[in-house]
């Protein structure tokens, strides 16, 4: 048991690195977390670190409730992420997903001010989104009320991502880096087309192509598992 | 025959570093091929594998008809780019072109999205590109649609770059570096441009100062052959 | 007490680094200061001098007059930041402030030229300022007007940032890092808020809301003080 | 002689890696250069060639008429930037001037584009500029006509930089680091105005404020001599 945990703990640490390449957080502003496979535990970002200090021995096991599990893997003294209640919330109620994200991404998080999703205006949209990227409803900090405005959005929804109303973004997937890789381009796709609308109306794309597209993107692209690396089209 | 195909496999591999240096691309979403010279063949990226890990020997072999090819050259088991129909397209309708590149670059998409060319104003566009950027047509991946749309756009137009609508960059040039500086350079112009649209209209360079600046960069710049360094106006 | 100027002098230069990181500067055009605890004095950059270059050393120590101070701290010849007298005048007038910094970063200086606060409407705005980030009136450098400017603004608001018309951002915190996560955060929210304006009307966050946030970000996040690592929300 | 030219073929050579810097630049598009002092010569990037390779051997040697010198210092058989001809003529009607830099930064480029010069609503441009950074004439290449342009504009007035219209921008300085100062901030103030004028109306600083501004930063900045470093206000 303590190898899923330690490989858990490696990867979300190397996968909070790639929310500072891509220039999603600033600070310290931004978390990623990762079911551990095969137990109700899910490693999580702790508390106010900076990511330059962030080791694997630093990350944070929880159960599914948010809290602190105890024990070897427990990971010193270390606070959870303040959103930890929220990653919680969706290890519980979306039993699919092995990883989420939360960041305040430049781009992503202008629509969330401005209380407006992200319109499907671009292939690369169709292919990660399926279609546009859901609004959320604004939700205070400090119980459940981030997770289930996120679980209300996203569940059945094909969109892995979701942005809150004046808040930011909260991306899933089947494991961590997934959820990384679906809030690298949720900020990509938001920040093309918020230039889109600088220019003139953006017409969405037509419901069929955004269906073709999707179907197509997540059933033949990349290579077979040994080789799969999350790609985006390419 | 090895050796050519092997020079093509460390240019095109070193060149996708560059989109990346230029900030062309996330995650994997962009590609480079080159025509191997003297032989039906181009080497292209392997679909969704990261930029990180890209080796000359991860990059694939395919013919003109855009097919694996087996062999010695056949870089092991990797599918190719999902794009790979479309530069195959190109090179099998455009025999003077060496290199194919595609990126969702971010202004150029920006562009796209909007249904519009890039038009131009800027002495820098005159030089690289002859004039706008033209817009092509919106096509569906999985056929030649896309390739068609390429061709049939670029075809005697003076620009070595296109934007497909609601999708991203397509851009040609006689080897695989030429067609990286041309997505570059189209995304600087794209970018300049945009951001000159928000200060107030835009007019476009008259014809004749256009035709001068082209006639003269692609005559006149740069170092003899051997000192050439696909350059910008420097 | 070599050594507590000496610790503030190695603050100081290391976080001047965390202004280049995150873009807030360019040339030599931002600084920061510290108070040196129990006693008089602050440490700051001296005017002019490339971030490349500076060295805990090459930092100057002054009095709360802003006048350099003799002695073995005096840290050689330099002159201090034209900006000294504005830092200075913080200190004798609010106690509490460990530290400032002044830049010119971007987006807050492009909400500065326009003469328009930073209205609430991210989360993450509430979290770190309480509220709106104020405008400060104009103030020529060359006595204590800018001083004046900082201290009226700030004494007694929420945020620990103020945006001066026509110029850039002052941050103060209860030291050098405080007030330079205020100056990262300043810019990042003063960007995010400029490109929702860009999307349509931005309606601030209720008042109950923006309290609540304050509030539990002040008291609730992070670390106890060991691991405390100034973060935002995360 | 050779110490004099070599001093300024090592100067110039780091000074194009401080354009790359600060995102002045993309492939090969900008160029710097320095006069030789005591000399009617000066050091001027090679056409087309990239920064990456870019040595102090490799930069080209040029009399005011910008032709080619022969001898010990001409550096090979590289071609000078096609702009050569617009540096000499600043060269040799403006002896004050020690430096030249040419580049198609993106938001001074843009002011360019829509023909309008940079209005002065920021201390730190009041600092620099002493005023608006004026907008030239548009000129074609091939000629001394961008050299007269440049000089119409820029002789008499305090600005050591133009936008030339449809094209990009020139600065000088009394040295080549002065002239790259000038580059990097107009970019810096060109994009801080462009994002003020997206939030609404900007007036431009009153005039005497202008002069207050500029007669202290060109008199009181930085330090001596010995530690100057061409600061901006810090």
């Not at 990511?51 to 003294?77: E, H, I």
């Not at 989104?129 to 569940?155: H, K, Y």
């Not at 973004?169 to 938001?190: N, Q």
């Amino acid at each position: 048991m303590v190898t899923a945990v330690d490989a858990q703990r490696e990867a979300v640490c190397a996968l909070h690195a790639e929310l500072v390449r891509y220039g999603l957080v600033v600070w310290t502003a931004g978390n990623v977390s990762g079911r551990v496979p095969g137990h109700d535990l899910f490693v999580v970002k702790p508390s106010g670190v900076s990511y330059d200090v962030l080791t694997p021995d630093s990350l944070v096991v929880c159960d599914l409730d948010g809290d602190l599990v105890d024990g070897p893997w427990a990971g010193g003294d270390l606070r959870p992420s303040s959103d930890t209640a929220a990653h919680a919330h969706v290890y519980r109620h979306m039993p699919h997903v092995g990883g989420v994200v939360h960041t305040h991404s430049t781009y992503a998080s202008a629509w969330a001010a401005a209380g407006l999703p992200v319109p499907c205006a671009l292939t690369a949209m169709a292919d990660e989104f399926g279609g546009e990227i859901p609004l959320g409803p604004f939700a205070r900090i400090g119980d459940d009320s981030i997770g289930r405005a996120v679980v209300a959005t996203l569940d059945g929804h094909r969109s892995p991502a979701v942005i809150l109303r004046n808040h930011g973004v909260f991306s899933i997937g089947r494991d961590a880096a997934s959820a990384v890789k679906a809030a690298v381009m949720c900020e990509d796709v938001a920040r093309t087309t918020h230039l889109a609308t600088a220019l003139g109306p953006v017409a969405p794309l037509p419901q069929d192509d955004v269906d073709a597209l999707f179907d197509r993107y997540q059933n033949v692209y990349g290579q077979q598992p040994a080789h799969q690396d999350q790609g985006a089209s390419a």
